[in-house]
Antibody, heavy 122, light 107 residues
Framework: QVQLVESGGGVVQPGRSLRLSCAAS????????IHWVRQAPGKGLEWVAV????????YYAASVEGRFTISRDNSKNTLYLQMSSLISEDTAVYFC???????????????WGQGTLVTVSS | DIQMTQSPSSLSASVGDRVTITCRAS??????LNWYHQKPGKAPKLLIY???SLQPGVPSRFSGSGSGTDFTLTISSLQPEDFATYYC?????????FGGGTKVEIK
């Protein structure tokens, strides 16, 4: 079955960096776009970034553009999110989610990981 | 960015009630609209995609409608396991956005 498992979360000081990972299994990882979505404590869902199936295209929410970098290693079935210049507003549970396809288009988030908590605090 | 506005932000309902949640996009998004629900401490789960298509395995009491800017999620007969927070999400733009959520609580 499809599985996505995030790791790498923790407590980090403002201004520092952190890298999250998302290990995928149960599907052909290299065929799907993968997204990061986050949720601040007690708040709603916020889309963060997406990377295309082959890593050739990346897109970011304005709130993280220039500070976060999404990447993937299709030989390891793993997605990454490199976060730098972290601020308190980045405190959230970070989910990776597979981009489900309709007519060849990345359309919805059909499988999600359990999330990893990032806390930015001094 | 495309803004998604859900209403109401919360509602109280009883088991067996018919529940309707609305979602409005800030511009025309055709039918590029998906619905999820989320229970506390869990990942969201896809219910409806392309405005009205039921995700396999999702009960038929869930239905979606709409196109353009106005969309609706309906639960025909609310069940105990449906108490959760519901989110709409647009995929018209590469920069995806979610609605603010609707919390469905037990009356």
């Amino acid at each position: 079955q499809v599985q996505l498992v995030e790791s790498g979360g923790g407590v980090v000081q403002p201004g520092r960096s952190l890298r999250l990972s998302c290990a995928a299994s149960g599907f052909t990882f290299r065929s799907y776009a993968i997204h990061w979505v986050r949720q601040a404590p007690g708040k709603g869902l916020e889309w963060v970034a997406v990377i295309s199936y082959d890593g050739s295209n990346e897109y970011y929410a304005a709130s993280v553009e220039g500070r976060f970098t999404i990447s993937r290693d299709n030989s390891k079935n793993t997605l990454y999110l490199q976060m730098s210049s972290l601020i308190s507003e980045d405190t959230a549970v970070y989910f990776c989610a597979r981009g489900g396809v309709v007519s060849g288009t990345d359309y919805f988030f059909d499988h999600w990981g359990q999330g990893t908590l990032v806390t930015v605090s001094s | 960015d495309i803004q998604m506005t859900q209403s109401p932000s919360s509602l109280s309902a009883s088991v067996g009630d018919r529940v309707t949640i609305t979602c409005r996009a800030s511009q025309n998004i055709d039918i590029y609209l998906n619905w999820y629900h989320q229970k506390p401490g869990k990942a969201p789960k896809l219910l409806i995609y392309a405005a009205s298509s039921l995700q396999p395995g999702v009960p038929s009491r869930f239905s979606g409608s709409g196109s353009g800017t106005d969309f609706t999620l309906t639960i025909s007969s609310l069940q105990p396991e449906d108490f959760a927070t519901y989110y709409c999400q647009q995929s018209y733009s590469t920069l995806r956005t979610f609605g603010g959520g609707t919390k469905v609580e037990i009356k």
